[in-house]
């Protein structure tokens, strides 16, 4: 059955439900705020896609049958999918909504959306005890990694549901595919949430609905991610301690910056002088379902501050690769003064490769920045970290890059840790 076109935003869900006489199928149906009855009018604050995600959730909520006791019922892959179509063409409003001043896609707004859609997809595993009796909380962005450019001239459609569980924790997998990147066969988006669950009363850890597999696909993307978090949890549990000779090699370089700056090598910069801040205050309009900020509006923030700051060190325009490993520390609250703080941490100079005698493969200059959020209370004289970005861009037409000095023994330390991680990351 082909359904009725309703509009410009279309949620696929994969159960069915009633909502006040109105009939919640399976397949494709519109969705706005006012469909559920309550909790979801800051919706409207945010993105279309936003609005409707968390129209979605609400509904899903007020539909379902929630028991005290209930045991983890373990759930398919599909039980949780959830797609969002974007049809800009047939809605031009939506189309601007998502264009950025260089033609391509909006990368901060699609990071909101993707926040938003890691939300429903979890509480959709976790039915029917979330989110009444399961409070389920974003850990950490693993990884947002862009493999094509998308442009607002093709509609577009993200994708996600659960792909790993443990006992109280889990990863979502949600991609985001183009009508004008291979035809809308292959992602030209990835990305990887890891959300946690907490008993709300008592806020310790609590089991999340175990996830059952049906296909080969799911099998094999099952282990890889279950070996990528147990790599990270050995990493968290032995972090290397950094080369201290290392680091005194690295620091000894500043001095002739720092103590002769007229003579400083014009290709090195000092991270300090790379840095770059912003400061606002968290708003009513900001908060999310649970009423406090929404982590999608943290991580635009962060994206435009840092792409910002990739502009101005390299001087072109910078092209995003990826976003790497957020975490999410603690809440951040309305009426929150939050600071956020960029610099570029490293660069990564131009590499070439030769993949055969003919074909010599080129690698544009990188430059990695890391974005840290700071929650401000100047009434106590308090300052929190809340968030942590790390964020890369290229540079396309760029043949070398300067490269980024330590400004402090600190700034080497957390320097070469960034540079071994990415590094093992790289070669996983």
């Known amino acids: 059955m082909v359904p009725r076109r309703l509009g410009p935003i279309w949620l696929r869900t994969s159960s069915g439900a009633n909502l006040g006489g109105v009939r919640i199928a399976a397949g494709w149906r519109r969705w706005t705020s006012s469909d559920a009855r309550t909790g979801v009018a800051v919706g409207k604050f945010h993105s279309p896609?936003?609005?409707?995600?968390?129209?979605?959730?609400?509904?899903?909520?007020?539909?379902?049958?929630?028991?005290?006791?209930?045991?983890?019922?373990?759930?398919?892959?599909?039980?949780?999918?959830?797609?969002?179509?974007?049809?800009?063409?047939?809605?031009?409003?939506?189309?601007?909504?998502?264009?950025?001043?260089?033609?391509?896609?909006?990368?901060?707004?699609?990071?909101?959306?993707?926040?938003?859609?890691?939300?429903?997809?979890?509480?959709?595993?976790?039915?029917?005890?979330?989110?009444?009796?399961?409070?389920l909380v974003t850990a950490s962005v693993d990884r947002i990694q862009l493999l094509q450019h998308a442009d607002t001239r093709s509609n577009m459609k993200l994708e996600g549901s659960v792909a790993w569980v443990g006992r109280s924790s889990m990863?979502?997998?949600?991609?985001?595919?183009?009508?004008?990147?291979?035809?809308?066969?292959?992602?030209?988006?990835?990305?990887?949430?890891?959300?946690?669950?907490?008993?709300?009363?008592?806020?310790?850890?609590?089991?999340?609905?175990?996830?059952?597999?049906?296909?080969?696909?799911?099998?094999?993307?099952?282990?890889?991610?279950?070996?990528?978090?147990?790599?990270?949890?050995?990493?968290?549990?032995?972090?290397?301690?950094?080369?201290?000779?290392?680091?005194?090699?690295?620091?000894?370089?500043?001095?002739?910056?720092?103590?002769?700056?007229a003579l400083s090598d014009p290709n090195t910069v000092l991270m300090s002088d790379t840095r770059q801040t912003n400061a606002f205050v968290c708003q009513p309009q900001h908060r999310n379902m649970q009423d406090r900020i929404f982590g999608g509006l943290l991580m635009r923030r962060a994206y435009e501050l840092a792409f910002a700051t990739a502009f101005l060190f390299c001087g072109s325009k910078p092209q995003f690769i990826e976003v790497d490993r957020v975490e999410f520390r603690a809440p951040v609250e309305v009426g929150d003064l939050l600071l956020l703080s960029a610099r570029v941490l490293y660069t990564t100079p131009r590499r070439t490769s030769h993949a055969s005698t003919r074909n010599v493969l080129v690698r544009p200059p990188e430059v990695h920045v890391e974005v840290v959020a700071h929650v401000a209370r100047p009434d106590t004289n308090h300052v929190e970290v809340v968030n942590t970005f790390m964020l890369t861009f290229l540079i396309p037409n760029g043949e070398t890059v300067k490269r980024v000095l330590p400004s402090s023994s600190d700034d080497a330390q957390r320097m070469l840790a960034r540079m071994a991680a990415d590094e093992r990351r790289d070669s996983a």
């Not at 985001?176 to 008993?199: H, N």
């Not at 175990?210 to 032995?238: C, G, H, K, M, Y």
């Open 171 to 261: 990863v979502l997998r949600l991609l985001a595919f183009s009508e004008g990147v291979q035809g809308g066969q292959e992602p030209w988006l990835e990305a990887d949430f890891t959300f946690v669950a907490r008993d709300p009363a008592t806020r310790r850890s609590a089991p999340v609905n175990p996830l059952e597999l049906r296909t080969e696909a799911e099998r094999a993307l099952f282990q890889r991610i279950a070996a990528n978090v147990e790599r990270d949890r050995i990493a968290r549990s032995r972090p290397e301690a950094v080369d201290a000779e290392a680091v005194a090699k690295l620091v000894a370089q500043v001095q002739p910056s720092v103590l002769m700056p």
């Open 49 to 135: 896609i936003v609005d409707a995600l968390w129209a979605m959730r609400a509904a899903e909520v007020d539909v379902s049958a929630v028991d005290a006791s209930a045991e983890p019922t373990p759930m398919s892959v599909e039980a949780s999918r959830t797609v969002v179509e974007y049809d800009f063409g047939a809605n031009p409003m939506l189309s601007e909504h998502y264009r950025n001043p260089y033609g391509s896609v909006r990368i901060g707004r699609v990071l909101e959306d993707l926040d938003a859609l890691a939300g429903t997809v979890s509480a959709k595993h976790n039915r029917p005890r979330a989110p009444s009796k399961l409070m």
